[in-house]
């Protein structure tokens, strides 16, 4: 059984920073792609960031320059540094991890969080 768990969001000033984690844990054999995804209020769920086992990462448009996404390995966490942050960053951040669980062999499934609120306003 894997469970990913999301920490990190909430109410933060224009132009502040927020740090979110991710964290899966279970019967894991590999991760392979982790990913930060968000959903507005009123809009479609959206790729923000992900990075593969390498290292390699890839940045949706709109927050290149600012968010930087992270992995460490040894603990099965994938991060997400948010900076310079503008109220329209503002939404429910979900991860998303990509777990071949107990052995080789078995199926490649992805996995999510239940989703953690970052808001920006003053």
């Known amino acids: 059984q894997v469970q990913v768990v999301e920490s990190g969001g909430g109410l933060v000033q224009p132009g502040g920073s927020l740090r979110l984690s991710c964290a899966a844990s279970?019967?894991?054999?590999?991760?392979?792609?982790m990913g930060w995804y968000r959903q507005a209020p009123g809009k479609q769920r959206e790729l923000v960031a992900s990075?593969?086992?390498?290292?390699?990462?890839n940045y949706a448009d709109s927050v290149k320059g600012r968010f930087t996404i992270s992995r460490d390995n040894t603990k099965n966490t994938v991060y997400l540094q948010m900076n310079s942050l503008k109220p329209e960053d503002t939404a429910v951040y979900y991860c998303?991890?990509?777990?071949?669980?107990?052995?080789?062999?078995?199926?490649?499934?992805?996995?999510w969080g239940q989703g953690t609120q970052v808001t920006v306003s003053s």
């Open positions: 998303s991890a990509d777990i071949q669980d107990s052995y080789a062999g078995r199926p490649i499934n992805t996995y």
């Open positions: 990075i593969i086992k390498s290292g390699m990462t």
């Open positions: 279970g019967s894991i054999f590999s991760i392979y792609a």
